[in-house]
């Protein structure tokens, strides 16, 4: 079964980090481009980054950049995001999608990050 | 504020059809055709139901379509049934830095 799981979500004070992990399952991580999306509570979706297969193409929203880095360990069959600088606009459930065409084919079930003091 | 533009809502009954635009311009969906479509029920991730304007992933049903005219895209879903109500989403491919970008979604009610 196709499937991505993602983890490391929480509560984190303003300024603080964190680290997100999607695991893939069921198919060849290596061989596709993958993504963050993200989703505000009660709001809708919003690109966050994607990267190509061998990491040497990484794009971001502008909102992010700066503070967050995408990146991927294909050995392990991860996609990872690492934010900084955390804000209370970035609270939302995070969710990690394959991607073919810039279409997202599968999704996670997403992991929430709250931004508070 | 959303770089696509959607209608924030629409309804309709059990058998008809309804349509939901999605606006941009020529430096996404008009430029391009990586138009996407993307339903989502409360509490679940978002599931694609057309890519590159008007194709259907496997097991999506053929209720569902896709077009594109200049700068405006469209979902058409027939035969309505109760388990589309649901949000949707639209995406395009944007040329520049951001990517990907998102209509602001349209929540589908069916009376």
């Known amino acids: 079964e196709v499937q991505l799981v993602e983890s490391g979500g929480g509560l984190v004070q303003p300024g603080g980090s964190l680290r997100l992990s999607c695991a893939a399952s069921g198919f060849t991580f290596s061989a596709y481009w993958m993504s963050w999306v993200r989703q505000a509570p009660g709001e809708g979706l919003e690109w966050v980054a994607n990267?190509?297969?061998?990491?040497?193409?990484?794009y971001y929203v502008d909102s992010v950049k700066g503070r967050f880095t995408i990146s991927r360990d294909n050995a392990k069959n991860s996609l990872y995001l690492q934010m900084s600088s955390l804000r209370a606009e970035d609270t939302a459930v995070y969710y990690c999608?394959?991607?073919?065409?810039?279409?997202?084919?599968?999704w996670g079930q997403g992991t929430m990050v709250t931004v508070s003091s | 504020q959303s770089a696509l533009t959607q209608p924030a809502s629409v309804s309709g009954s059990p058998g008809q059809s309804i349509s939901i635009s999605c606006t941009g311009s020529?430096?996404?969906?008009?430029?391009?055709?990586?138009v996407s479509w993307y339903q989502q029920h409360p509490g679940k991730a978002p599931k694609l139901m057309i890519y590159?304007?008007?194709n259907r992933p496997s097991g999506v049903s053929n209720r569902f379509s896709g077009s594109k005219s200049g700068n405006t895209a469209s979902l058409t879903i027939s035969g309505l049934q109760t388990e589309d109500e649901a949000d949707y989403y639209c995406?395009?491919?944007?040329?520049?830095?951001?990517?990907?970008?998102f209509g602001g979604g349209t929540k589908l009610t069916v009376l």
């Open positions: 995406s395009s491919k944007r040329s520049g830095s951001t990517r990907v970008v």
């Open positions: 020529s430096r996404d969906v008009g430029g391009h055709n990586y």
């Open positions: 990267m190509n297969q061998d990491g040497s193409e990484k």
């Open positions: 999608a394959r991607e073919k065409a810039n279409a997202f084919h599968i």
């Open positions: 590159e304007v008007s």
